[in-house]
């Protein structure tokens, strides 16, 4: 038994931190269920450094391995009679940090709390009841070992398959068989160039979040963030498991009981492209009393794979599958709430579940083409364009125009991130189309070519100030705007495209066209990556 426990402790997770019991009542205060880190011995701690070490270098040596074997191979190094040796001190040094993960083991053995903990971690495993899962949750340890709390399997759903759910794709261009071929065998080049882009530094650089040396040098940062979700929210943290397979790590917070209205409400947050839900924008939902579930994109702090459109509309799919079937929320109760890239899995998400209640994008854009080709040299246009297309191709603009609900888009005045040319250039802000694109299809009737010129206007404001007086310039009612727009709904009840403004004056439109956009989007005077105060955040503007 001591040896079985022995093995146990060599090959277990890294354990963190330990959160105290969330039994513990609330009229103690909040600060009392504050944890502590785990305290490892002295020689745990010196092997977990080493063994730290070795990880870290083998990240580099990955990351580095094609110049590394070009540099190798010029040096005349591979061949056999040098890869024998170096062959021979790689497995001495293999069964050295072998030595020293028993080295650690040992004393994880000797140690009462690590000892508890993997004792918990095995019974869990074993049998994941209520109880155990509420023990297990006082520990925050590697969440690779951590139980499976939901599968898409687990429902019956004809969105979910093995392929991955369904994404929205351009239509195909119709050609003849013989022009297709020679098509084909004359773009093969930029297909097999713009593969290697994409699988080397291209999704690295749209998701520099799913580096794990950006990870380990957040890593401090992320523990934090999730102490202070499960010691003073009641966080629950989850593992998710996708139709592609991959583990999705997520965090619930429940205010169902003590939250008001706005706790009945659930917010799924989706973070940006170095965002994770440690420290991302659930605080803003959870400041406002809503009940919030927030997720890591695959390959994300605890999840697992590769964040490309698929495999993040698989992991978006799942969560919502679980709000639903294991947290017991309706479609109707929830709310998507996105920051920057995140805009795309949300638009995936009420394009595929229309019943949603509705969706806020922050810092979003309507197209990543417009933003690939600014980082970009001019001379490498086609090959961005067919690599965006076929690998990344994140269109949240078609995909939102699927929706029917109340949408709220946040526009930061300088935004640094989705903006083509710069900060102060505020009609190059990608949100700007985003807003133009969804009226236009919603009111074409309104967005004609004049109430296009008027809403622009009011978008190269900067401030409130200018704002204001680009609105009264037109002198805009709002009253009798609402008026319009509630009669034609009442009258007709159909899904969008409306035709109201079909017979309606140049003044007419132009106010309509002002009073959406205002109603659409609210702008926020600061920078890409400032947290959205709980104040900014609100529900979108429902007739």
């Not at 069964?95 to 028993?102: E, F, N, R, S, T």
């Not at 593992?239 to 991959?246: E, T, V």
């Not at 790590?249 to 706790?263: E, I």
């Amino acid at each position: 038994m001591a040896v079985l426990s022995w093995i146990r402790c060599v090959f277990g997770p890294h354990l963190q931190r330990i959160h105290r019991s969330p039994e513990q009542p609330l009229t103690e205060g909040r600060a009392a269920r504050r944890g502590w880190n785990y305290q490892p011995r002295t020689l745990e701690r010196h092997s977990d450094s080493i063994l730290g070490w070795a990880s870290a270098l083998w990240s580099l040596s990955y990351y580095s391995s094609p110049l590394l074997l070009c540099y190798l191979y010029r040096k005349g190094y591979i061949c056999s009679s040098k890869l024998v040796p170096v062959s021979q001190y790689l497995g001495t040094v293999l069964v050295c940090l072998l030595g020293v993960a028993c080295l650690r083991g040992y004393e994880r053995w000797k140690n009462a709390d690590y000892l508890h903990f993997i004792a918990i971690l095995e019974e869990a495993k074993k049998s994941l009841t209520p109880e155990n899962k509420k023990k297990l949750r006082c520990y925050d340890f590697d969440f690779s070992h951590w139980p499976l709390d939901f599968s898409w399997a687990e429902v019956s759903n004809p969105k979910l398959s093995k392929a991955g759910v369904s994404l929205l794709k351009a239509e195909p261009r119709i050609r003849g068989a013989a022009d297709g071929v020679l098509h084909s065998v004359r773009t093969l080049p930029c297909h097999i160039i713009s593969f290697l882009v994409t699988y080397s530094f291209g999704r690295r650089m749209l998701y520099p979040g799913s580096v794990g040396l950006l990870q380990k040098a957040m890593r401090p940062m992320l523990q934090q963030g999730q102490a202070k979700l499960i010691e003073e929210f009641d966080g629950q943290r989850n593992k998710l498991s996708a139709c592609d397979g991959n583990e999705i790590d997520t965090m619930f917070v429940d205010r169902r009981r003590v939250g008001g209205q706005n706790g009945q409400t659930l917010v799924i947050c989706c973070e940006g492209n170095a965002g994770f839900y440690e420290v991302g924008c659930m605080n803003t939902p959870l400041e406002g009393g809503y009940s919030v579930l927030g997720w890591n994109h695959p390959g994300f702090g605890g999840s697992t794979g590769v964040p490309f459109p698929q495999n993040e509309a698989n992991a978006m799919d799942v969560v919502i599958q679980f709000a639903i079937h294991k947290l017991g929320f309706q479609l109707n109760d929830i709310i998507i709430y996105a920051w920057s890239i995140g805009g795309f899995t949300a638009t995936w998400a009420v394009m595929s579940y229309p019943e949603i209640k509705s969706v806020v994008l922050d810092a979003s854009f309507d197209d990543l083409l417009p933003l690939a080709l600014k980082v970009m040299p001019d001379s490498w246009r086609p090959l961005v364009q067919h690599t965006v297309r076929q690998y990344m191709n994140l269109n949240n603009a078609d995909q939102l125009l699927k929706y029917q609900g109340p949408v709220l888009l946040i526009r930061r005045t300088r935004d640094e991130i989705i903006t083509t040319t710069g900060p102060q250039d505020v009609m190059s802000n990608r949100g700007n189309n985003l807003l133009l694109k969804l009226l236009q299809f919603r009111y074409p009737k309104i967005m004609t070519e004049e109430g296009i010129r008027v809403v622009r206007q009011w978008l190269g404001a900067t401030n409130q100030l200018e704002e204001a007086s680009v609105y009264t310039g037109y002198e805009v009612d709002d009253d009798w705007c609402v008026s319009v727009l509630q009669s034609y709904q009442a009258d007709r009840e159909v899904p969008f495209p409306w035709s109201v403004g079909e017979d309606m004056t140049l003044e007419g439109r132009r106010q309509l066209a002002l009073f959406l956009a205002r109603k659409y989007m609210q702008n926020f005077e600061t920078t890409h990556c400032t947290p959205l105060p709980a104040s900014q955040f609100h529900l979108p503007w429902r007739l």
